[in-house]
């Protein structure tokens, strides 16, 4: 799915204008740290842990199955505690 949506994109020129930045990369925290809001932050943690977690799924499912609900029940609640979620 990932090559499709790849190719679709180049197809119509559009070019990814910032690399994607995996969650493990040694510059994760130093870019993280780096969004002016915490709504940003916590987007690109979001969408980084979500990228993990179906990158690695297959090697462990049971760890990243409760690393994905995990997530999720931080997720419903982050209104309330969006701070310590950061």
Do not use: C, W
């Not at 002016?36 to 690109?44: F, Q």
């Not at 179906?54 to 462990?60: A, F, L, R, T, V």
Request: negative net charge; charged residues 35%.
């Amino acid at each position: 799915m990932k090559q499709i949506i790849n190719e679709y994109m180049i197809s119509k020129g559009i070019d990814m204008t910032v690399p994607p930045l995996s969650l493990m990369d040694a510059d994760f925290d130093m870019f993280v740290s780096g969004l002016h809001s915490n709504k940003s932050k916590a987007s690109e943690m979001e969408h980084a842990i979500r990228h993990h977690i179906s990158e690695y799924y297959d090697k462990d499912p049971e760890f990243y199955k409760s690393l994905s609900e995990r997530l999720e029940e931080l997720l419903k609640n982050k209104d309330e505690k969006r701070e310590a979620i950061i």
